[in-house]
């Protein structure tokens, strides 16, 4: 026999109880009602009990949340149900991100440079960077302990666009550059190139974060494999450093 | 408007005469019954083993005598 809806045809303060009148037996498939809380004075959860001869009170099934005071709701009650999720999901939290810009400085072969990014700033998480000057140079600055990702771009001036370029970069963390902790080195074709991969460097707090195109670097660029002798003057040097999330900070606690 | 909401229940409840099915509201905070919640357009889906009239069950309106005053008496003479 086909499943049959029987409504109610009328409506009652709560609660409304349905009889299974004699010599009946049901399965029940589905229910479904208004809970219409106009008057309510509290938040109330709309629910169905089942009742056995007795007045004894079976299970209860409910909804997850409640209805807030004066609120109303039409409840579907159904095998594999739930509540539907929020419309919006939380969106997950950014990675805290620092970029700083130097736009001036000349790579002078066969001696130490030092990136001074005093042409812009900018972050998301002021609580974890910032920016310090040492010595006339501005560097980002690391404000919170943890690991961290560093990457740069820089376009070149006096290289040639179809070149290769090889260059070895120091990653400095802490104050006067004492502890070259890091290397990266980068290669890029077509004029640009840019360092920085899957690297996470643990970082102290309070610490500036410097970038050193050091004199003991043997080759500073190649092109189609000769290595450059001119100097190499970054047109726009873009630095990015950007703090690993909790994952790795529970995996390698700073 | 009322805003939509499901929750789920068991498959295959399969129930005779004499059971209630209740549509109820309960107070978050204590569980009680919340009367001044008005339920309406209700209905059940169901498998109608038994073939009989079903349209009878709701009882609408229906007064709760379990907890009348120890002196209270039906009146003499009946209804």
């Known amino acids: 026999m086909a499943d049959v809806l029987v409504p109610a045809p009328g409506s009652s303060a709560a609660p409304l109880d349905y009889l299974i009148p004699g010599a009946q037996e049901i399965i029940l498939k589905a229910l479904a009602a208004r809970f219409d809380g106009s008057a309510a004075a509290a938040a109330f959860y709309p629910a169905v009990q089942l009742i056995a001869p007795g007045n004894i009170t079976g299970p209860t099934f409910k909804t997850r949340s409640s209805v807030a005071a004066g609120g109303s709701a039409d409840v579907t009650f159904g095998p594999f149900l739930d509540e539907d999720a929020a419309a919006t999901p939380a969106s997950p939290a950014s990675l805290p991100i620092a970029l700083g810009i130097d736009f001036s400085t000349t790579i002078t072969a066969g001696v130490n440079n030092t ?31 943890g690991y961290y990702r560093a990457m740069m771009g820089c376009q070149p001036e006096d290289v040639a666009d179809t070149g290769i370029i090889t260059s070895s970069w120091f990653w400095n963390f802490g104050a006067g550059r004492v502890d070259q902790s890091a290397l990266d080195t980068g290669q890029f074709d077509g004029g640009q190139f840019a360092f ?11 610490t500036f974060f410097a970038i050193d195109h050091p004199a003991s670097t043997a080759v500073i660029v190649k092109i189609n494999g000769a290595n450059l002798t001119g100097n190499l003057s970054s047109q726009q040097t873009i630095v990015a450093l950007q703090r690993q999330g909790d994952y790795f900070d529970n995996i390698f606690p700073a | 408007m009322a805003a939509p909401m499901n929750t789920g229940m068991p498959v295959g ?7 209630r ?17 008005v339920v309406s357009q ?17 009882t609408l309106g ?9 002196n209270l008496v039906a009146p003499a003479g009946g209804g």
């Open chain 1, 196 to 206: 920085g991969g899957l690297n996470r460097w643990l970082i102290a707090s309070d």
């Open chain 1, 115 to 145: 990136m001074n990014l005093s042409d812009g700033f900018g972050t998301n998480d002021t609580s974890v960077f910032g920016t310090q000057t040492v010595g006339g140079r501005t560097y980002l600055q690391v404000k919170t302990a």
């Open chain 2, 13 to 19: 409840i399969d129930l005779a005469d004499g059971w």
């Open chain 2, 62 to 70: 229906e007064i709760e005598w379990l907890n009348l005053p120890d």
């Open chain 2, 21 to 37: 099915i209740r549509f109820t509201a309960l107070t978050a905070t204590t569980g009680v019954v919340d009367t001044s919640v």
């Open chain 2, 42 to 58: 209700a209905s059940l889906l169901v498998d109608n083993l038994g073939g009989g009239d079903l349209s009878t069950g709701f």
